[in-house]
């Protein structure tokens, strides 16, 4: 019997980020002696709302596009996102001389939309709840012959992805464990990836909202589980079901999934903005409102987060984090 090769490597995430040295930012980490007595953990916060775009997604986003051919480059690319990869793919492209088309749903955030078609992208909306955006991607794809650059399902935007947590553990050194969002599954999958292959002990967390649990339904069932659309503040992590390839490396290297609620997410958010002094957007604060709920079980000593991103409107920041409703 043979045993099929892992999709992305160590190597993989290394060789991601020699591409994106001194192109993507090298995010900064923080730390909170609040957060530590709060939690009862040591912990390392890697702030991706930082990044380029505000979000890790430009890290994927440009390790992909980076790798086509010059013929590819020529014809341009074609994306589907809620908001991050949008801007992400729309960057980057702009950066290496390409054209993108991205697929967003109608009611993606305003300023996601707005950034998107600042970096220079066509944007073509759909229903998020009747439309299918990967088909009709792939319809312009075909029909423009445009390359399509998945938010998650490749293996060059997973090793992109996993940069983050790379520069992480090369910075904070030992981590006894790992928290990320998970929506598609591929920073996730990056991240493991990355921590795993240098800290093969560490502890890999995944973290999504109450009302998009589909990753831990596929982890728990052994098998990709779909869900109806969830409707969560977290529209980073509004998908039904995970992605095959990413689902692949999580069902390996993650070992758990905890669920947080939208009240814990907009709590969290509050506490990143008054004690971090960092705005965090819901699908970013998913991992600290895990460790302020408690829903992290035997907390080791030395936690690393990633924040994913920090893409909010001032009108939606102060819905979310001052009590009322989204």
Do not use: W
Request: glycine letters at 10%.
């Amino acid at each position: 019997m043979t045993i099929a090769p892992d999709p992305v490597t160590l190597d993989d995430v290394r060789a991601a980020a020699a591409r994106l040295k001194g192109v993507a930012h090298r995010t900064p980490v923080l730390r909170s002696r609040t957060l530590d007595a709060l939690v009862g953990a040591e912990t390392l916060l890697k702030c991706e709302n930082f990044q380029r775009v505000g979000a890790f997604k430009f890290r994927g986003a440009y390790n992909a596009i980076s790798r086509l051919t010059p013929e590819q480059l020529a014809r341009g690319v074609a994306a589907y996102s809620s908001g991050n990869h949008a801007q992400a793919v729309a960057l980057a492209a702009r950066e290496l001389g390409t054209t993108a088309v991205i697929v967003m749903p109608e009611d993606a955030p305003a300023s996601k939309r707005e950034a998107t078609a600042g970096y220079g992208a066509e944007i073509v909306s759909y229903d998020r709840y009747t439309g299918d955006r990967v088909a009709i991607a792939e319809a312009l794809a075909t029909e423009r012959g445009l390359t399509v650059i998945p938010p998650y399902e490749h293996p060059h935007i997973i090793a992109g992805q996993g940069t983050a947590a790379l520069e992480l553990l090369e910075e904070a050194g030992e981590l006894d464990a790992l928290l990320a969002p998970v929506g598609g599954g591929g920073l996730i999958a990056g991240s493991a990836t990355a921590a795993k292959g240098l800290r093969p002990g560490i502890r890999i967390i995944g973290v999504e909202p109450e009302a998009g649990d589909d990753t831990k339904r596929s982890l728990e069932a052994g098998r990709r589980i779909s869900i109806p659309v969830p409707r969560t503040i977290a529209d980073g992590q509004a998908l039904h079901t995970p992605g095959e390839l990413t689902f692949s490396v999580n069902r390996r290297l993650v070992d758990e999934i905890v669920l947080v609620s939208d009240d814990e997410i907009k709590a969290a958010m509050r506490f990143a903005f008054e004690r971090l002094k960092i705005v965090v957007e819901p699908s970013g604060a998913t991992p600290l409102a895990a460790l302020l709920s408690g829903r992290v079980t035997d907390l080791p000593h030395r936690v690393g987060l990633i924040v994913s991103g920090g893409n909010i409107d001032t009108a939606r920041f102060a819905r979310l984090t001052g009590g009322g409703t989204d």
